[in-house]
T-cell receptor
Framework: EDQVTQSPEALRLQEGESSSLNCSYT??????LFWYRQDPGKGPEFLFTLYSAGEEKEKERLKATLTKKESFLHITAPKPEDSATYLCAVRGSGNTGKLIFGQGTTLQVKP | DVKVTQSSRYLVKRTGEKVFLECVQDMDHENMFWYRQDPGLGLRLIYFSYDVKMKEKGDIPEGYSVSREKKERFSLILESASTNQTSMYLC????????????????FGAGTRLSVL
């Protein structure tokens, strides 16, 4: 059964304190791993898609990496505006476009 | 920019009422999805549709139905609302995804927070 586990559930950082969020997955035939950001009371906003082990994507202070078992979202020198819940999802084989989501990591960055 | 619009941000309904949640997308996407999001449980797929008049059950379809009469519109129906359906409901759309894998991206609406009293 396809499964996505994110850790930690919550992370509190000081402004400028770099860290990483983990997304471990089990899926038959990975056809994409997706990172989303969700602010309180809003819908998830797409950040990155990764397709193969070794692939990396960057956007401002965020960098996503992918191995055959997990993905990391590295946050370098975070700012308070990076505070949000970060969701990881995978798409397995099949053409329905369904995603399996993890439960998310809630990041709080204190000034 | 892709836009997915959910008709209401907040709804308050009474137990037993029939509830309609509407979602419209403007990018000609084939796939549309309805999720609910609850603390500690993450996003759970209720129903999805990969074409007009087509629908498939997701992981938690009980108590819900859907309608897709037009490509751009996907409605979620709570036949008889119950208190355990109090939740945040999220609609998403994506292209079909054949060919370029980059087209698998799901784009979400702002969500509807439903309270059933």
């Amino acid at each position: 059964e396809d499964q996505v586990t994110q850790s930690p559930e919550a992370l509190r950082l000081q402004e400028g304190e770099s860290s990483s969020l983990n997304c471990s997955y089990t899926v038959s035939g990975l056809r994409g791993l997706f990172w989303y950001r969700q602010d309180p009371g809003k819908g998830p906003e797409f950040l990155f898609t990764l397709y193969s082990a070794g692939e990396e994507k960057e956007k401002e202070r965020l960098k996503a990496t992918l191995t055959k078992k997990e993905s990391f979202l590295h946050i370098t020198a975070p700012k308070p505006e990076d505070s949000a819940t970060y969701l990881c999802a995978v798409r397995g084989s099949g053409n329905t476009g369904k995603l399996i989501f993890g439960q998310g990591t809630t990041l709080q960055v204190k000034p | 920019d892709v836009k997915v619009t959910q008709s209401s941000r907040y709804l308050v309904k009474r137990t037993g009422e029939k509830v309609f949640l509407e979602c419209v997308q403007d990018m000609d996407h084939e796939n549309m999805f309805w999720y609910r999001q609850d603390p500690g449980l993450g996003l759970r797929l209720i129903y999805f549709s990969y074409d007009v008049k087509m629908k498939e059950k997701g992981d938690i379809p009980e108590g819900y139905s859907v309608s897709r009469e037009k490509k751009e519109r996907f409605s979620l129906i709570l036949e008889s609302a119950s208190t355990n359906q109090t939740s945040m409901y999220l609609c998403a759309s994506s292209p079909r995804g054949r060919g370029s894998l980059a087209k698998n991206i799901q784009y979400f609406g702002a969500g509807t927070r439903l309270s059933v009293l």
